[in-house]
């Protein structure tokens, strides 16, 4: 008899145990569990908030090319980031996956050309000299270098493309322009006719033609109506990819 009872109480403690047990690892499962679902929830809100940074561009209502250039500029540099999973100024997490390189493809732009572009028979001289234009990691730099570098042009105090361009008459010969924008210079700096005998041929040197017809043209581009013609491509619920076209 006390044999038996002795069984009965070693088997009700195993019980005991095993049921300890199960509820730890029944607890374990659960907070696994939570925790996946809570890094889930803030993946999703991470990568949402990243994805509407660029869906907004996508409104039906269309957006301006001063828009189209933002986005070149916000893609340029989300593709020049390094990979991370981790924000070490706050010790977060970073959900945002920059393996998952982005473009924008615009179209439409011959049409542009023809409404805007100064050098119709020369398309290497133009803004754009393509119809559709895909810019992106390693691809469609050639544009985003024109870009930057008529911004570095127009950094120089000596040289002034905004005015200069309103100058441009695409009616007149190259050097009818030059001289009107050399007189604009003489007149704007106030320098005399004996200091201009030496300083002529320095303003000469900063006139560029091509870029004065790139800004002008640029300043087109940046009040013309653009609209996406298709959604965005996602992968892995990030969004990848935009799509637009010229419309007037």
């Known amino acids: 008899?006390?044999?038996?009872?002795?069984?009965?109480?070693?088997?009700?403690?195993?019980?005991?145990?095993?049921?300890?047990?199960?509820?730890?690892?029944?607890?374990v499962t659960h907070l696994?569990?939570?925790?996946?679902?809570?890094?889930?929830?803030?993946?999703?809100?991470?990568?949402?908030?990243?994805?509407?940074?660029f869906e907004k561009y996508t409104d039906d209502n269309?957006?301006?090319?001063?828009?189209?250039?933002?986005?070149?500029?916000k893609?340029?540099?989300?593709?020049?980031?390094q990979t991370t999973n981790s924000d070490s100024a706050t010790g977060t997490t970073n959900y945002?996956?920059?393996?998952?390189r982005m473009s924008i493809t615009i179209r439409g732009l011959n049409e542009f050309n023809i409404k805007y572009a100064y050098?119709?028979?020369?398309?290497?001289?133009?803004?754009?000299?393509?119809?559709?234009?895909k810019f992106g990691?390693?691809?469609?730099?050639?544009?985003?270098?024109?870009?930057?570098?008529?911004?570095?042009?127009?950094?120089?105090?000596?040289?002034?493309?905004?005015?200069?361009?309103?100058?441009?008459?695409?009616e007149s010969t190259e050097n009818e322009n030059k001289n009107q924008i050399l007189k604009y210079i003489k007149e704007s700096k106030k320098i005399s006719d004996n200091e201009w005998l030496t300083k002529k041929h320095e303003y000469e040197n900063y006139i560029n033609m091509d870029a004065i017809k790139w800004y002008r043209q640029y300043s087109e581009f940046k009040t013309s109506k653009f609209?996406?013609?298709?959604?965005?491509?996602?992968?892995?619920?990030q969004i990848q990819n935009l799509y637009f076209e010229f419309v007037d």
């Open 119 to 133: 050098d119709k028979d020369r398309p290497s001289n133009q803004l754009f000299s393509v119809d559709v234009y």
């Open 1 to 27: 008899m006390e044999n038996a009872s002795k069984a009965l109480l070693m088997a009700g403690g195993i019980l005991i145990a095993i049921l300890i047990i199960s509820a730890l690892l029944l607890m």
């Open 137 to 170: 990691f390693n691809s469609g730099n050639a544009i985003k270098n024109r870009l930057d570098e008529i911004a570095d042009s127009d950094n120089n105090p000596n040289v002034d493309l905004k005015k200069w361009s309103s100058i441009y008459n695409p």
């Open 96 to 100: 945002v996956d920059y393996t998952v």
């Open 227 to 237: 609209r996406s013609y298709q959604d965005p491509d996602y992968e892995n619920g």
């Open 32 to 53: 696994g569990d939570y925790q996946s679902s809570q890094d889930n929830n803030k993946k999703a809100t991470q990568v949402g908030k990243f994805n509407r940074e």
């Open 62 to 73: 269309g957006v301006k090319g001063t828009d189209i250039v933002s986005l070149i500029n």
């Open 75 to 81: 893609i340029a540099d989300y593709n020049s980031r």
